[in-house]
């Protein structure tokens, strides 16, 4: 990367809220396309068979699914310009079927584009800074971060020029670009993990030492998919100038030991529960004090460059709390409930993170239509220096909103059907695409997480009975995180039918855990009378500001299985 001075890269009225390319990524991303638009004239032209054209899609996040061609987006760390959201709107209904799925990953995906298309698409997301490159592929994914990135209260720092600083370590990778298995990276800043770094193969956190020194405590071997595990700290404090070096010693252990003969085994979290957290920490060590730790120098003078990218918006001094929230409020009890809801603190005074949630009652979760995708990126304009987010929640964020704003914002959000007030609540529901897209899947997810929805469409009700992860997947894959879900529900196949596995006490935070089977599976349409009698057993056990997975730890997951065992001899359509 070449060093310039990040003011000149701004344009004219466009704050800087992201990293900007520079000349040698631009022309790299371009030269892609071009080569991508050869290698698609081969396969329309049939000098390519789809199994030759195969791994030369996969490298441009080009997925072929049940029925159609998915293409897979990387929205780096979750931050995007509103000019970016605008491209993505454009895209979606230039050439797909007017809207965008985002993922659980903080990617953006496409269900239906034309194979013809896709090297126009590509150009049209390289004009905004953006592409597909190791979405897809035994490579390192793009790494995430806490969504609340810069503006939360209880960061230490912001994750993301570390994420950014890994993010041109990890692209093109020669050494990492055939591993066992994929590898997916996350970063939190933050004393509250909103990145689940826990299931990720490398989970990183920023600490401080005891003398005040920035540093990374690292995770290593969490992963969800077949074989949950939560990651072990492989680092308890490794300094910044060490960070890159410590990630290579890890990926070089990963890459020489892990396992290539099955591949339901290559996973970094079965090589770290094969060998033990003791040894892999031990060849970890070993690694990086043998290695040439010079061609891994750290080069604060680009940290610092990136970091400039990151630096706060031209925040104006605000008063701790705004007089005209509080009056808007009592005017109207619709605002009141969204503020309450999907409003949060933010680091400055007089500003708020909003969530946008993506699951309206009875729709698809993570699911924008290109409209909506512009109403986002005006508000973010209008209210938020131009910048959003995408939480692996699959909600968007709008970080930078003056509390003064929230009542308009809240009018134009509603307008576009954008003010769904249940971030966090049973209806905000993760799931993935499931049998309606995914060629792997063994069951649908989409319309079990609308029928629940549905089931819990009273807002109110939902609010009595607060925070509560509800996760879907339609396979053991478990994309849709049903494993870290306080409910998570599993889509399986059994002699031809679809079949939903329950799990209770699943947590994606700092203090993750995986969820405990219920019991035996039950059909699509006891799924939401199930979720409903779990949700009423809680209600009536819990105690004093107990979230639902706070009862599950305390009475424990017996008495949650006596409950439903009770109901099924009562006769219960459950
Ligand atoms: C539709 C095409 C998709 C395919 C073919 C696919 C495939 C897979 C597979 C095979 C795994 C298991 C990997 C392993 O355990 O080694 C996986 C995991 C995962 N996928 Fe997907 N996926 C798709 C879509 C999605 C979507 C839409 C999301 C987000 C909503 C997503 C997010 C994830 C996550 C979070 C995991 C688990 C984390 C982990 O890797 O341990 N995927 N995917
Ligand atoms: S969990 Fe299974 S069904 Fe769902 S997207 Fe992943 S691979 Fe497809």
Redo the contacts with the bound molecule.
């Keep these: 990367m070449t060093a310039h001075d990040p003011e000149a890269m701004r344009r004219p009225n466009a704050p800087m809220t992201t990293y900007r390319y520079d000349e040698y990524d631009a022309a790299f991303v371009s030269e892609r396309v071009a080569e991508f638009r050869e290698q698609v004239r081969r396969r329309l032209s049939g000098a390519l068979t789809e199994e030759e054209f195969r791994p030369f899609r996969l490298m441009n996040g080009l997925y072929l699914q049940l029925h159609a061609y998915m293409l897979r987006v990387a929205i780096p760390y979750g931050t995007l310009t509103a000019r970016q959201m605008r491209r993505l709107a454009d895209i979606a209904e230039k050439w797909d079927k007017g809207y965008g799925h985002f993922t659980t990953r903080q990617n953006l995906q496409y269900n239906w584009p034309k194979l013809v298309d896709t090297p126009d698409i590509l150009e049209s997301l390289a004009d905004v800074e953006m592409h597909a490159i190791q979405t897809s592929g035994n490579c390192i994914r793009n790494v995430t971060a806490d969504h609340f990135a810069g503006v939360a209260p209880d960061e230490i720092e912001d994750p993301r020029p570390t994420a950014e600083f890994l993010r041109q370590w990890s692209s093109l990778h020669s050494e990492f670009s055939f591993l066992p298995r994929k590898f997916k990276i996350a970063v939190t800043g933050a004393a509250h993990d909103r990145a689940a770094i826990l299931v990720h193969d490398i989970g990183l956190r920023i600490v401080k030492n005891d003398t005040g020194e920035i540093g990374y405590q690292v995770v290593v071997g969490g992963g969800l998919g077949r074989s949950p595990f939560i990651g072990k700290v492989v680092g308890d404090f490794v300094p910044r100038e060490d960070l890159l070096a410590f990630l290579e010693a890890i990926l070089r252990v990963y890459n020489r030991f892990g396992r290539r003969d099955n591949k339901y085994k290559a996973r970094v979290k079965i090589l770290v529960h094969e060998k033990g957290i003791d040894e892999i920490r031990a060849a970890v060590e070993a690694e990086f004090a043998a290695m040439d730790r010079s061609a891994f120098a750290h080069d604060s003078e680009e940290f610092e460059r990136i970091a400039a990218f990151f630096a706060p918006p031209p925040y104006d001094s605000l008063p701790a709390t705004s007089a005209s929230l509080r009056a808007a409020k009592l005017e109207s009890p619709a605002f009141a409930n969204f503020a309450d809801v999907n409003v949060g603190a933010h680091k400055m005074p007089g500003y708020a993170i909003v969530t946008v949630s993506l699951k309206p009652i009875g729709g698809v979760p993570g699911d924008a239509t290109s409209d909506q995708m512009r109403v986002l990126a005006d508000a973010s304009e209008r209210f938020g220096f131009g910048e959003l987010r995408v939480s692996h929640e699959q909600n968007i964020i709008l970080p930078h909103v003056k509390q003064d704003d929230l009542l308009t914002l809240w009018r134009m959000l509603d307008a576009a059907g954008l003010a769904t007030a249940n971030a966090g609540l049973v209806s905000d529901i993760i799931s ?4 309606d ?6 069951a649908r ?1 989409i319309p079990i997480a609308q029928a629940i929805s549905k089931r819990f469409s009273d807002m109110s009700r939902q609010r009595r009975i607060g925070k509560l992860g509800v996760k879907i ?8 995180h049903h494993h870290v879900g306080a409910i998570g529900i599993l ?1 399986l196949e059994k002699k031809g039918q679809e079949s939903y596995q329950i799990t209770l006490g699943g947590d994606p935070t700092f203090s993750a855990s995986i969820g405990e089977i219920l019991g035996p599976g039950v059909t699509a349409e006891q799924v939401p009378d199930v979720v409903e009698h779990l949700v009423d057993y809680y209600l009536a056990e819990r105690e004093e500001g107990e979230a639902f997975i706070d009862t599950w730890r305390r009475i424990g997951h017996a008495r949650f299985k006596d409950v439903l065992r009770r109901e099924g001899e009562d006769g219960a359509d459950i």
């Excluded at 993935?432 to 049998?435: A, H, N, R, S, T």
């Excluded at 897209?437 to 063994?442: G, I, M, N, P, V």
């Design positions: 993935c695409p499931g049998l897209y995914c060629s792997l899947a063994t997810s997947s339609g396979c053991i894959n478990a994309c849709g889509g």
